[in-house]
């Protein structure tokens, strides 16, 4: 079984929403497929979300109205009779009934979640009512039958597993099984979701649990490329990559790709291929375990970073000392990303700032601690790039005056980090891409 997601670009118009009907009823087999919201949606659930929690509930609906407006065109455009044009109606004034209910209960996290879903929710219905139209074997499968996170919001994949078996079991002889990316449900079984981005992980989660033969994920770009195209000019499509390399990139900041999407496929060893919905016959990206011996892959930026670095001469010849510095961050659930010491140092990274004050006023009884804020690492993937010899002189041979906070290599063999300050960001991807990938 294929197991194919589809992003908001490729949802977003009624025309494209057609295409890839076409598209999935042209490939053989039976398949799953994961649908995000219509792009756009999501990041006006937010600002409706943020309005209403700042009791702003006029202007929150003006934004719903406007989205209400924009969904009763679709549907005009996404059907061809008049029958289903009047479900598309009924469907999209059901979701906005709700929604308008959301907004004016007492609207809390859990409610803010809930509105959250209704993005891929309603996207779900659209389609599945087109499939319908166009009298094509298809049936919905709610993701919040079977998706969910435990209480670290870690995704539970044995019992989406097992939740899915007889689900499956019981579409047998449907071609097409639709179901919603992003949305779960959490351990105290209220609605949740996996994180912006999240439907490549919601499809990546499903093809490990049904040991799918590939997960495909169809984007609006030929798949990954070697630099982040939204900030540099020339970039080109990769069309082989290892999981690890893949990975790498993902978590470092390649929007293509939620940052987890790799981790449940790697597991169960189920081929990744990154598709083009606006240029099917382009070849994309295949993620797999095979290795190919190209030494410079691709770069990607992760922003948000802060840097934290600990001066202490305890630390000196001292054994225990990073455990301690560690067992804070554990403490309060923060993860590290980059790390360098010295005898008297220790500088490391982290994305996540919720308890940066009480971690600073934790680590303060180690040593002096400096912060540096709005900081960038630049990852550079590549095959066993971390033990070639050279590979540090061509990479900072391209980054001329280019200040760097820190280095990081070794830690993984398909893996250089380097952390600059984010107004050099641009100008670090833009070096690399004309120093060692020798695009313009
Ligand atoms: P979708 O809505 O289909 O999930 P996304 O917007 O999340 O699509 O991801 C696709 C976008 O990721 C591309 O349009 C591109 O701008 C961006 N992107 C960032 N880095 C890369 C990269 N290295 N390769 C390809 N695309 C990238
Ligand atoms: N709709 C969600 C978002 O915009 C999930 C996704 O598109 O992957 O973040
Ligand atoms: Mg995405």
Not at 195 to 215: C, W
Not at 261 to 275: G, W
Not at 348 to 353: A, C, E, G, P, Y
Not at 398 to 408: A, F, K, N, T, Y
């Amino acid at each position: 079984m294929l197991v194919l997601k589809f992003g908001g670009t490729s949802v977003g118009k009624p025309e494209r929403m057609k295409k890839i009907a076409t598209l999935v009823t042209e490939t053989p087999g039976q398949k799953v497929v994961v649908l995000s919201a219509l792009s756009g949606t999501t990041n006006a659930l937010v600002a409706i979300g943020d309005l209403i929690l700042k009791n702003d509930l006029d202007a929150a609906e003006k934004e719903i109205a406007l989205l209400e407006k924009h969904y009763h065109a679709f549907i005009q455009e996404l059907y061809a009779s008049e029958n289903f044009k009047t479900i598309g109606q009924e469907i999209v004034s059901r979701f906005f009934i709700f929604i308008r209910l959301l907004a004016a209960g007492q609207f809390d996290d859990k409610s803010y979640r809930e509105l959250l879903a209704q993005g891929e929710l309603i996207s779900t219905e659209l389609f599945y009512q087109h499939l319908m139209e166009q009298k094509i074997n298809a049936r919905l499968l709610p993701a919040l039958y079977f998706m969910s996170i435990d209480e670290n919001e870690e995704p539970e994949l044995e019992k989406i597993a097992q939740r899915l078996k007889p689900l499956l079991k019981s579409f047998q002889n449907v071609d097409i099984i639709i179901t919603q990316g992003y949305i779960c449900r959490n351990h105290r079984n209220e609605i949740d979701n996996l994180k912006r981005g999240g439907s490549d992980y919601t499809a990546s989660l499903m093809g490990a649990a049904i040991g799918a033969e590939e997960i495909q994920i169809w984007t609006d770009i030929d798949g990954m490329h070697n630099n982040d195209p939204r900030v540099v000019k020339k970039t080109i499509p990769i069309s082989e990559l290892t999981f690890d390399e893949a990975s790498e990139l993902a978590y470092f900041g390649a929007k293509i790709l939620h940052p987890s999407t790799i981790v449940p496929a790697q597991k169960y060893n189920v081929p990744v291929r990154l598709k083009n919905t606006m240029d099917e016959k382009a070849p994309g990206t295949i993620i797999s375990n095979k290795e190919t011996e190209r030494v410079f892959k691709a770069v990607a930026a992760k922003d948000g970073i802060t840097a934290i670095k600990i001066k202490s001469s305890r630390m000196l010849m001292a054994y225990g000392f990073l455990r301690r510095v560690f067992e804070v961050f554990e403490q309060f659930k923060t993860p590290i990303d980059m790390i360098s010491t010295s005898e008297v140092a220790v500088s490391l990274t982290i994305d996540n700032n919720a308890h940066l004050d009480t971690i600073v006023k934790e680590l303060t009884t180690f040593g002096n601690v400096e912060i540096d804020r709005n900081q960038t690492i630049v990852c550079i993937v590549g095959h066993r790039i971390g033990n070639q010899h050279g590979i540090l002189d061509k990479i900072f041979g391209c980054l001329g005056d280019i200040p760097i906070r820190m280095v990081s290599v070794g830690g993984s063999y398909n893996n250089i980090s380097i952390l600059v300050d984010t107004r050099y960001k641009e100008k670090t991807l833009i070096q690399l891409n004309e120093g060692i990938f020798k695009l313009g």
